[in-house]
């Protein structure tokens, strides 16, 4: 079936400083890819979304490539502040189910919680 | 924001009670889903609709059921509720867009926060 592995967490870093959390993914076909962020207490909100090779999302100063080679959908920031101290989930979409059907079901990683100290 | 709300927000209940989580969304969506977020576990899927009374079950539905008798509300029921069943429930809706839904992104309410003890 299909998954997905982040980085193990947390990660901390200073203000300013490069952000990269590594996500894989295996799955069958051609899924779709995608970031969620969550702030504490709430839910989850998309940050940016893949739907074939080599796309490249993009939101607030985040990216993250799809990868199908290296079946990777690595998320990096390039700055990062205080405000993005959060936790981030990538998930893929499969095409099919294993009903020939695609349901538009999410599997998520575990998330990586991330601390962005002043 | 996607308007979906998710009722309770906070509930403490016994071993053994049954509980409903309720997700109400105005958005006319097809798709809803019911997941619960566990600290090392993500995300899993508990149980989804594709259509009014079309359901089926996800990957950890074992002590769950779900209704849907209207587009806009789904329900999540815990028979007899138990302690490994502490969590926090989100309810996501989906939509096609430009006639896919494997491309089209989930859109999550701000949780349930179910104690059980």
């Known amino acids: 079936g299909d998954s997905v592995t982040q980085m193990e967490g947390p990660v901390t870093l200073s203000e300013e400083a490069f952000l990269t959390i590594n996500c894989t993914y295996t799955?069958?076909?051609?899924?779709?890819l995608f970031w969620y962020v969550q702030y504490p207490g709430e839910g989850l909100q998309l940050l940016l979304k893949a739907t074939k090779a080599d796309d490249k999302g993009s939101n607030k100063g985040f990216e993250a490539t799809y990868r199908k080679e290296t079946t990777s959908f690595h998320l990096e920031k390039g700055s990062v502040q205080v405000s993005d101290s959060a936790v981030y989930f990538c998930a893929l979409k499969g095409y099919w189910d294993a009903g020939g059907t695609s349901y538009g079901k999410l599997t998520f990683g575990q998330g990586t919680i991330l601390t962005v100290h002043p | 924001d996607a308007g979906i709300t998710q009722s309770p927000r906070h509930k403490v209940t016994e071993t053994g009670t049954p509980v409903t989580l309720r997700c109400h969304q105005t958005?006319?969506?097809?798709?809803m889903y019911w997941y619960r977020q566990d600290p090392g576990h993500g995300l899993r899927l508990i149980h989804y609709s594709y259509g009014v009374k079309d359901t089926d079950k996800g990957e950890v539905s074992d002590g769950y059921s779900v209704s849907r008798s209207k587009t806009e509300d789904f329900l999540l029921t815990l028979e007899s509720a138990t302690s490994s069943q502490t969590s926090v429930y989100f309810c996501?809706?989906?939509?096609?867009?430009?006639?896919?839904?494997?491309?089209?992104?989930?859109?999550f309410g701000n949780g349930t926060r179910l104690t059980v003890t």
């Open positions: 799955a069958t076909g051609y899924p779709s």
């Open positions: 996501a809706i989906s939509e096609r867009l430009s006639g896919q839904i494997y491309n089209s992104p989930l859109h």
């Open positions: 958005e006319n969506h097809r798709y």
